[in-house]
């Protein structure tokens, strides 16, 4: 029997949350990553970073470019590259989805959160999504405040 979606346990490692700021979120999907041992070793430490990083296709794979998985201190010769590119597993029917959404429409992909699921796999929330203008952030900003202020004064008066 398969658990719902919505609850399975996840252990969360790194999310980028300037990415909700930056982009306009059209489409989420969750994609594998092929990880070297030091790496996995590395995120269970939680010391990656994700918010500077993209993915893109090249040579008909899907590859997440910039992303940082420090070295594993206890790695010695066997360590990674903390920058080095990483494979996505995505299926092939997303994959032709994603890359004509990138292709066509001037989509983006950005990786939103970095976590281990249930079966203790590295897995990346990727987003589709389309730049936003200046004036669309700060219209975002702007409701953001007023929805603090919002709670603010019923918490207040109740």
């Known amino acids: ?15 980028n949350r300037r990415a909700r ?15 070297a041992g030091t790496e996995v070793k590395s995120l269970r430490k ?7 990083s993209y993915a893109s296709f090249e040579n008909g794979e899907f590859w ?4 940082y998985i420090p070295e594993y201190t206890e790695g010695n010769r066997f360590n990674h590259d903390p920058r080095r590119l990483r494979k996505l597993l995505v299926s092939r029917r ?5 890359f004509n959404a990138t292709a066509r429409e001037g989509m983006t992909i950005v990786p939103l959160k970095l976590y281990f699921n249930d079966q203790g796999r590295a897995k990346l929330e990727l987003a589709v999504g389309r730049g936003k203008k200046n004036h669309d952030k700060r219209e975002t900003e ?6 603090r202020e919002k709670s603010r004064l019923l918490r207040d008066r109740g």
């Open 1 to 15: 029997m398969k658990k719902p979606k919505n609850n399975t346990p996840r252990k969360l490692i790194a999310e």
């Open 21 to 35: 700021y930056d982009y306009e979120i059209l489409d989420t999907i969750e994609a594998g990553l092929v990880l």
């Open 46 to 52: 939680n010391q990656t970073n994700i918010a500077e």
């Open 64 to 67: 997440l470019i910039n992303s």
């Open 94 to 98: 997303e994959m032709s989805r994603l």
């Open 142 to 147: 702007k409701n953001r405040d007023w929805n």
